[in-house]
């Protein structure tokens, strides 16, 4: 099957806004995604308690930056993503709970002019798993790297694969019984069917090693429950 194109991921998030406004639950088939959302902000706070500037990447509906600014208040925010009524959406939303700066960028990560050395935290929640090759994969994180201040961290909450094929059949299994759970069995069809179709998921254990291979001075793991990690790196 062919991956989807940025213009068909721009086009469906389009559609999408209300779904990725639920700052509360996340998404249902996204296992933990409120403990994962917590984590990686509280630990961005641990590290960069003085931060100023952060950067959203795949904002989506402003959840991520929203809930770092319950715990640093009036941080100038930038969000970037590839959907403005995404982006619309998070302005709105963040505007409510900061008197900081809020700049919105409608680009791929991989092309949108940011300044480097500029950010104390970068969030990347559910967004990198977008990323297809592995050089777009070496070319993101080096750029991500370079957009930190010294000091800075990279959190990231995403879909994740195994890096054993064994493994990755036993952890796909128990990820379709969950969802099967849920929904039933075309909810199962549906999501897997959807994660072929859109996902390049790569292993936790590969993103630390690409974050160390780029520079970046210490990587830590959160949290991981099956197939969903949250994790990151300290510049």
């Known amino acids: 099957m062919n991956k989807s194109t940025i213009a068909e991921i721009r086009e469906r998030f389009d559609k999408d806004v209300e779904r990725f406004s639920n700052l509360e639950t996340g998404q249902i088939s996204t296992i933990d995604a409120a403990i994962s959302l917590e984590l990686i902000t509280e630990t961005a706070k641990s ?11 795949g904002c989506g509906a402003g959840n991520y930056t929203i809930k770092m600014l319950e715990k640093i208040p009036n941080l100038n925010c930038t969000l970037l ?77 995403d879909l994740v694969t195994q890096d054993h094929p064994s493994v990755q059949n036993y952890i ?29 998921s790569r292993s936790v254990t590969f993103q630390l ?7 970046f001075s210490s990587v830590e793991i959160l949290h991981k429950n099956m197939n969903f990690a949250a994790f990151g790196g300290i510049k």
């Open 81 to 157: 993503d590839l959907s403005q009524p995404m982006l619309e959406r998070a302005r709105q939303r963040v505007a409510a709970q900061t008197k900081g700066t809020i700049s919105l960028i409608q680009e791929d990560i991989r092309t949108a002019p940011l300044l480097e050395g500029h950010f104390d935290i970068i969030l990347a929640g559910a967004v990198l798993h977008h990323l297809r090759e592995e050089q777009d994969w070496v070319e993101t994180f080096t750029k991500l790297f370079r957009l930190l201040k010294p000091g800075g961290c990279l959190m990231i909450s």
């Open 47 to 57: 590290i960069t308690p003085d931060a100023q500037n952060i950067l959203d990447i």
């Open 209 to 215: 090693d690409l974050m160390k291979k780029v520079g």
């Open 172 to 200: 796909w299994e128990r990820y379709g019984q969950y969802l099967e759970g849920l929904k039933g069995p075309q909810y199962r069809k549906d999501v897997f069917d959807y994660i072929e179709k859109e996902d390049s």
